[in-house]
Structures are given as structure tokens and as C-alpha cells.
């Protein structure tokens, strides 16, 4: 029975071989079927297509490896947004590589768990050599720098908050305005005051705001600054702020880097990040511009010391007299137990393109932003908020309310031919492409303002 064989072992490779076609030819005919970026029909259409696609989810008797691949993964695709679609740019979701995708199957396939070192020697090694590597990235002066795995953004900036809280029971977080909300949740979980929020009017924090705050804030205290804000893809003035921050000697500096992180790879940009090795901690995630299957994040650390707080003991993953013996010990690597290895495909991605090659695929994304902007700029009908920092573009149709933005936006979506973002910015709603896609095309950018152009005559 082809549906209970195992992946693993020297005869799984064999058991998943014709699974693999299946699936290859699944992904491709749903993608056909799709015609786009998305399905048509919304939720309701969506929905209704997968049910009848699917049928019983747990019949009484199985239907096979081949038609429950075939059924099922196709469904999946041909009612996908698919970010590998140029016209799919709503969101910081990337399309990944195929390398990357290729060797997240080899985890899956070995299922180690990070938990302890005997389900994952190979894998906790292969951990220890990416984190030293990121981390020598994002703090390159440090003596002793290390990064944690994370699955993105919302948890890395939750641990950054731990460590501080970890650092000084009483501290307080100041975040701009600008700030991701997970700021606020994780203050939240911890049990930490609500974050002083100082407002961002242009975007980016304000620095006198912020000093004004550390001035009333006289114990310790976390700054949070942004390189890459989720609706603008912004830079907040980092060294500005880690200035700001030793100034007034009571702040380390977090940089929530999820978005903008991975411009470090690129000669031509990483300017943009000046200031970002200041930071205590800084959150990066791969699953952005680093083109990774989720999840890809990171918590890069100044100082590998400041991880110890982490340190946890489970007598079953790691007993006293095993770690004593050089059994390495993973517990203290995670606020997780059973951790899969999403380190590996980014093991090989590192490896495949380098620093150079991803490098390539960031500049590239950011050209693109670049020539939507002139493309708006030149488009009579429509407004551009501003030139883009990273690779997030705004604009509008001029003269449109922002029930008619919403409108355009829904419909698209509704009828499958675009995914676009949204953002208030100088408060008023923006449509958002935000280019990801390193392979998108002058015409793709083109039909993006064509299809908005065209909602705007309905």
C-alpha cells in the first residue's frame, strides 16, 4: 500500500519518487487551471471549488497515494495565491527558490526535531555553522555574536523583549508608530507595560519624539527601531537612534530587520542598514527578501552571552551527565520543544548563491520597485506616495476616495487577476505592490497599472 510507506530510510527515496511526480504534475495542472494569481470567485467560489474538489476529507476507506495527491494538492494549487505569479504582490510573502523547496523536502523526509541533539546531530551542526554565519552578517564587529532560529518576525521580536525583560525585570519598550504589532502582543504575553508608542509622521520615528521619551523613561528601557515597516517598507534613521539610545545610556536598541535584513547581502544597497550592527538584538527573516518556503527567521545577537537566560532542562532531551559528556545541549536554542530543521534550505541556498548571488536577486527586486515608481510618475491618473526605500511602491488613482481604492483592490482580488496590498499612509488608503518577485517583467509591472487604471472606469 503505496499510501503507508515511510520517506525515509535507503528505500524511501524509491517509495517517494512517483509520489514526487505526482505532486510535480498536480502543482503544474492546478497553476493551469488557476490562469492567474489567485482564483476567482472569492472566499465563497473558493471554498465551494475545494469541497466539491475534495469531497470527503476522512472516508471511510482510502482513496491511494496517487488520486489523494493528485486530487488534493491540485485543489491546493489551482486555489492558490501564488506568489511566484508576478501580478501576486500584496504582501512581504516570497516566492521561494526552487533549490530552497527541493531541500525543505530533505526535512521533512528526515524529520529531525532540534530538540536534542540525538534526533538531530547533522541538522544541530549544520544550525550552529548558518546562525554563525548570519550573525557575523548583521554584527560583524562583535566578538561574539550568535542567532537563533525562529519562524519570522512575530516570534524573534517577542524573544528580543524576553532578553531585555530577562536583562532588567523592569524595562520598558518604546516602539514608533511605525512598529510591527507584534511589539505589542509580545509585551503583552510577557507581562511588560504597553509600549510607549512616539509617533512617526513621515514614516519613520521621530527623533526628537523619541528623545523626549528616553528623557522621561530614566530606567531601563528597549528602543525599537524598524529597517523595512510593513506598509512602506521604510528605514527608520538608525544611527540616529543607537546615537540617541547611548546618549542617554539606560536603552539597548532592537531593529525589527524582517523585511529589510537581507539588503546586507547587497553591495549596492547595504548602505541602507548603516547603524543596524548598533543594535543589541535585530530580527531578520529569509522568508522575505531571501526567498525561502516559510519559515526562515532569525534573532541575530551582539552578544552570544545574552542567550543564556534561555537555558531550560528536560532530564529526557538534556540530562545533566549527557551534556557534562559533549552531548551539545539544544533546549536553551528555542522557546520551542520539537523544532523542525528550517535551517537547511537555507544551508543551501547560502551555498548555491552566495553572498553575491543573493545579492543579485535583492538589487534586482529593488529595481523594480524603482520602475513602478517611474511608471506611476508618468501614469496622468495616478498618485505615487513616495519613492520606494526597499521594495514596497504606494499609489492611487488620483481623485479617488478611499472606498473606491478598497473597491479596485476587492475586485481584483475577487476576479483573480491581481494581488495587491493595502496601507494608510498621510491618511488616506494606498493600494501596495510590494516586488518580490526577482524575474517579474517591465510588462508585469505595466499590467499591475493597467488592471488599477482600468477599476478606476468601472
Not at 428 to 452: F, Q, S, Y
Request: one cysteine or more.
Amino acid at each position: 500500500m503505496r499510501a503507508a510507506h515511510l520517506a525515509g530510510g535507503v528505500s524511501g527515496p524509491d517509495a517517494l519518487r512517483p509520489l514526487l511526480d505526482t505532486v510535480l504534475d498536480a502543482l503544474r495542472d492546478g497553476a493551469v487551471a488557476r490562469g492567474g494569481p489567485l482564483p476567482g470567485g472569492g472566499p465563497k467560489g473558493v471554498a465551494d471549488r475545494v469541497r466539491e474538489s475534495v469531497g470527503a476529507v476522512l472516508p471511510e476507506q482510502g482513496a491511494g497515494a496517487d488520486e489523494a495527491l493528485r486530487v488534493v494538492v491540485h485543489a491546493l494549487a489551482a486555489g492558490a495565491a501564488d506568489p511566484a505569479h508576478p501580478l501576486c504582490a500584496a504582501h512581504l510573502h516570497t516566492p521561494p527558490l526552487a533549490l530552497a523547496a527541493a531541500a525543505d523536502l530533505a526535512a521533512s523526509v528526515l524529520n529531525p526535531s532540534l530538540d536534542s541533539w540525538d534526533q538531530a546531530p547533522a541538522a544541530s551542526a549544520l544550525e550552529a555553522l548558518v546562525t554563525a554565519a548570519v550573525a557575523a552578517e548583521v554584527h560583524p564587529t562583535a566578538p561574539a555574536p550568535d542567532a537563533l532560529v525562529t519562524t519570522g518576525g512575530t516570534e524573534s521580536n517577542q524573544l528580543a523583549l524576553l532578553l531585555a525583560r530577562e536583562r532588567h525585570p523592569a524595562v520598558r519598550t518604546v516602539v514608533g508608530a511605525n512598529a510591527h504589532h507584534s511589539f505589542h502582543r509580545a509585551a503583552w504575553l510577557l507581562g511588560l507595560p504597553e509600549p510607549v508608542v512616539v509617533p512617526a509622521p513621515s514614516g519613520t520615528v521621530d527623533l526628537v519624539a523619541l528623545d523626549e521619551a528616553l528623557t522621561d523613561l530614566t530606567g531601563p528601557t528597549l528602543v525599537v527601531a524598524t529597517a523595512g515597516t510593513t506598509d512602506a517598507g521604510l528605514i527608520d534613521p538608525l544611527p540616529e537612534i543607537a546615537d540617541l539610545c547611548a546618549a542617554h545610556g539606560h536603552a539597548d536598541l532592537h531593529v525589527d530587520a524582517a523585511y529589510g535584513g537581507p539588503v546586507l547581502f547587497s553591495d549596492t544597497h547595504r548602505r541602507l542598514l548603516t547603524g543596524l550592527e548598533r543594535a543589541r538584538t535585530v530580527t531578520v527573516d529569509l522568508h522575505k527578501l531571501g526567498w525561502q518556503p516559510a519559515a526562515a527567521g532569525l534573532l541575530a545577537v551582539r552578544d552570544a552571552a545574552d542567550l543564556a537566560v534561555l537555558g531550560h532542562t528536560a532530564d529526557y532531551l538534556n540530562a545533566d551527565d549527557d551534556t557534562d559528556a559533549g552531548l551539545p545541549d539544544l533546549l536553551g536554542r528555542s522557546l520551542r520543544t520539537t523544532r523542525r530543521p528550517d535551517v537547511l534550505k537555507t544551508a543551501v541556498t547560502l551555498r548555491a548563491l552566495g553572498r553575491t548571488g543573493l545579492g543579485a536577486l535583492v538589487d534586482a527586486c529593488m529595481a523594480r520597485a524603482q520602475h513602478l515608481a517611474d511608471l506611476v510618475e508618468k501614469a496622468p491618473g495616478l498618485e505615487l506616495y513616495a519613492r520606494p526605500a526597499l521594495t514596497t511602491v504606494l499609489f492611487r488613482p488620483y481623485d479617488a476616495t478611499d472606498t473606491t481604492v478598497a473597491e479596485i483592490r476587492r475586485t481584483l482580488l475577487t476576479e483573480g487577476r491581481a494581488v495587491l496590498g493595502r496601507a494608510v499612509a498621510d491618511g488616506r488608503l494606498w493600494l501596495k505592490a510590494t516586488l518580490l518577485h526577482p524575474h517579474a517583467t517591465p510588462g508585469d509591472l505595466a499590467e499591475i497599472l493597467t488592471l488599477v487604471e482600468g477599476g478606476t472606469h468601472r
